[in-house]
């Protein structure tokens, strides 16, 4: 399993080091029993006791670099990989399990405030007496919508209600930017609905596949024991969820031709689209996902959702009904009593190699800024980020920028329109940092002690008609795609806008105190990266208002293409 040490400028304490080499360090590969504390910061700048100064950095340079650093850090059990980045959610961890403790200790807090939304929300998901009292017994009215189906024309009600909650049963449906037309919102249609997400894990006869789809059966059997089946007829509910997502997957396209966001757009009328998706029932489904305004749908991958439209019009209703029933329990797993969550790790063991269940606090404190990240994150930078730190963020992503245009306008192999092109887009470019400008109102999502399961229900019900009311009206482009905390970053090509969540400006990643070569070393190294990607395979495809459309003249794209593929030759060629 991989570790990751931290470069930072290691690389200018290497240069005077190269006329002669040393002895080479092993590495250290040991697992821990238990979770490492989170170290405090150290001071600003560089950690030189990190450095393997046994080791030649013109033989080894990443043993010189990180030898120490891995030495001393150790991969904890419940992890598959670690690094600087899980040191720092460590730290992120502990000011986050202070926020949340404090909010539910905080029973006087104003009715729907953050401080109250967030802290019942913590309290009843760590309230397991309550959760293992109640079991799934908030969940039977939505399993009884699903068992009341008796005909194919109550499909479509059903259907958009699963996607209402979010079940990911059939298909990934929702209100998008168009990425055509970003000055406006459209319907999207994208392949789904299996559980083990990858379609090679369905198709595939390698020893790793069938070592998944061995764990995938034993999981199904023992949710749908717990549900109340017998040995037999869970093994047989769980045989039937295996085929119709096989049949899905057989139509569904590889990790590989998703990559390709032209093949991944088509635009339907809705008369068109409703001729060629009979059972999906459009204008019904889309009515009854408060979207009956819609004349046009936009589907990632047609053929995909001719297998699901086959798969409603020929499948015996008591299948469907079994694979909505496991889709729906499955994505609620953690909220249910333990016996649900263990089963769900037994499996996640096999998929991910994780080797030690993390603890109940830090599973729900991702739960919470996965539900309610904006009210979560709101509190999270009162108490942890500064206007300093994001005006010295903002002023390194300048920089970085104009450095970016600088190596466009002297790129020797792209022509001049090309070039225009793209500091044209380069200078379009949205910086987003540290947390958003407008902050989501959950004003109108009840949230309290009660439930955990209903809290989260009703979390996706409220994000289901927010989404919906987007429709029609302009494109909102103060919306993040990550909540403060997020020690992430990322690029959105539709908006063309880069995203850097406050939880990610932080050593040793960034420091408005520390000297520039180590800033510019760490998270500058991100900022870079996040910006190559609106030039990258799939970003290059967009414009500088983030529309699908080809701005490239054929010979530039044909010596991009070529050059891609030269390290994509070397990336093969890597072995471990």
């Not at 910061?41 to 450095?51: F, N, R, S, T």
């Not at 589907?299 to 499948?315: R, Y």
């Not at 996965?370 to 002023?395: C, N």
Request: aromatic share 10%; with cysteine.
């Amino acid at each position: 399993m991989p570790k990751i040490p931290f470069l930072l400028s290691a690389g200018l304490l290497a240069l005077a080091g190269c006329a002669g080499s040393g002895p080479a360090a092993p590495v250290a590969t040991t697992t821990a029993p238990a979770t490492p504390a989170a170290p405090d910061p150290k001071g600003v700048g560089l950690d030189v006791a990190d450095l393997d100064r046994t080791a030649s950095p013109c033989n080894d340079f990443y043993e010189f670099s990180g030898g120490n650093w891995l030495k001393t850090n150790t991969i904890p059990s419940y992890a598959t990989s670690w690094g600087p980045r899980n040191l720092l959610g460590l730290r992120t961890q502990a000011t986050l399990k202070q926020i949340l403790e404090e909010a539910a200790a905080n029973r006087s807090a104003a009715p729907g405030s953050n401080a109250q939304k967030v802290g019942d929300f913590y309290a009843a998901a760590m309230d397991t007496v309550t959760i293992e009292k109640t079991g799934i017994s908030p969940l039977r009215p939505e399993l009884a919508l699903i068992a009341a189906l008796r005909t194919r024309a109550e499909l479509p009600a059903l259907v958009a209600h699963e996607q209402e909650l979010g079940t990911g049963a059939f298909f990934r449906s929702g209100v998008m930017v168009d990425e055509k037309n970003t000055t406006r919102y459209v319907v999207g249609f994208d392949q789904g609905g299996l559980t083990m997400g990858d379609r090679d894990y369905y198709l595939k006869d390698d020893a790793r596949s069938q070592q998944v789809r061995a764990a995938y059966r034993a999981y199904m059997q023992q949710v749908f024991g717990l549900l109340g089946d017998n040995a037999a007829v869970a093994q047989r509910h769980g045989a039937t969820v295996e085929r119709l997502e096989k049949r899905l997957a057989q139509a569904a396209r590889t990790r590989v031709e998703l990559r390709n966001p032209q093949a991944n757009y088509n635009a339907l009328p809705l008369p068109a689209a409703a001729q060629r998706y009979p059972a999906l029932q459009l204008p019904k489904l889309l009515a009854d996902m408060q979207l009956a305004k819609a004349q046009e749908i936009i589907v990632g991958q047609p053929a995909f959702l001719d297998e699901v439209n086959t798969v409603l019009k020929t499948e015996p209703l008591t299948d469907l009904q079994t694979y909505m029933r496991w889709h729906l329990v499955r994505s609620v797993a953690g909220t249910l009593p333990a016996a649900y969550v263990e089963a769900t790790f037994r499996y996640n063991q096999v998929l991910t190699g994780a080797k030690q269940q993390t603890t109940r606090w830090k599973r729900v404190q991702a739960a919470t800024d996965a539900t309610i990240g904006e009210a979560f994150g709101q509190l999270y930078v009162d108490k942890a980020f500064s206007p300093e730190a994001k005006r010295k963020a903002l002023e390194m992503l300048t920089n970085i920028k104009a450095s970016m245009a600088e190596h466009i306008q002297t790129n020797t192999w792209m022509s001049a329109p090309t070039k225009a092109e793209a500091l044209k887009k380069l200078n379009a470019l949205r910086v987003k940092i540290g947390y958003p400008d407008k902050w989501k109102d959950y004003s109108a999502l009840p949230i309290s002690r009660e439930s955990y399961l209903k809290n989260v229900l009703a979390a996706r019900r409220w994000q289901s008609k927010r989404e919906a009311a987007r429709y029609g009206g302009p494109v909102d482009h103060t919306e993040w795609g990550m909540t403060p905390p997020t020690i992430n970053a990322y690029y959105n090509p539709p908006l063309n806008e880069i995203v850097f969540p406050a939880g990610y400006l932080q050593p040793p990643f960034f420091d408005p105190n520390a000297d520039d070569a180590v800033n510019y070393g760490a998270i500058g190294g991100v900022m870079g990266h996040e910006m190559t990607h609106g030039f990258d395979d799939q970003g290059r495809q967009y414009d500088s208002q983030g529309n699908l459309r080809d701005w490239w003249t054929p010979q530039d794209a044909a010596e991009f293409t070529k050059r891609a593929a030269v390290v994509g030759r070397q990336y093969d060629a890597f072995s471990p």
